[in-house]
């Protein structure tokens, strides 16, 4: 995995700045895999797309990171240290066969969800629909006592299972962490998303390093490339003579 340069930063922060969530964490996974395309980034698995954006944390800025959260119970906010590599899953065997479910008289055949996925999800305004959805759109064949039958006319209980499922085969993308809050005790689970969470850090990133390029363009009249391709540690320098 290669680390993002601070023109890669600021190109990826131009274009996601005014984009969905969803297209964000493509165009951070696009600068960090030039030779694949838009269509081959959109179709990986969701846990797959969030390893890969671990890695490129990792590559950027390390692998330490810091958070915070509300505790739920006494809204005390907590701040929180967290290694990538303690979040990092190992990737299930799936199999070559595709994958496959068998819930009583049901089998189902079906794939893992992907970002097209999530990007239909989003026009989605209700949970559960939306869930039904996602599960409809992964669902390549279903059969009841071997006959085929559509996925809207499967219960409620096997489209669980087969959620179930889907989450078991792809465990990265859903990072849960464990809480503790040191005011009143409450302990809960939080849902770590790493690509807003990288989105976050590449915006705050991009903004402080155009700052730096307005100070310096104006101390030194340098071009912003000239600028940008300086070291941090140069960069830092030069700014500490002109201000
Ligand atoms: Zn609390």
Redesign the pocket.
């Known amino acids: 995995m290669r680390a993002l340069s601070a023109e890669d930063i600021i190109i990826v922060w131009e274009r996601g700045e005014h984009r969905h969530p969803v297209d964000r964490a493509l165009t951070m996974l696009a600068a960090a895999h030039p030779r694949m395309t838009a269509g081959e980034l959109a179709e990986l698995s969701i846990g797959e797309r969030d390893a890969r954006l671990l890695g490129l944390r990792e590559a950027t800025f390390g692998p330490t990171l810091q958070s915070f959260a509300e505790?739920p119970?006494?809204?005390?906010r907590l701040t929180f240290t967290l290694d990538t590599r303690t979040i990092r899953v190992p990737k299930p065997d799936r199999g070559d066969g595709g994958m496959e479910l068998v819930a009583g008289d049901h089998t189902l055949r079906f794939r893992l969800p992907n970002s097209h996925d999530l990007a239909a999800l989003a026009l989605c305004g209700d949970p559960e629909t939306g869930h039904r959805i996602l599960v409809e759109r992964c669902l390549l064949e279903a059969t009841r006592d071997g006959i085929a039958i559509g996925g809207d006319s499967l219960p409620d209980e096997t489209v669980a299972k087969l959620a179930g499922a889907m989450a078991e085969l792809d465990p990265q993308a859903e990072v849960l962490i464990g809480m503790d809050?040191l005011?009143?005790?409450?302990r809960w689970q939080l849902l770590f998303d790493i690509a807003a969470f990288l989105w976050t850090e590449i915006a705050l990133q991009a903004k402080r390093l155009l700052r730096e390029v307005h100070i310096l363009a104006r101390a030194y009249g340098w071009r912003e490339a000239d600028i940008l391709s300086l070291s941090a540690t140069r960069r830092e320098f030069y700014i500490d003579m002109v201000i």
């Open positions: 505790c119970a006494c809204r005390e809050c005011s009143c005790g409450h």
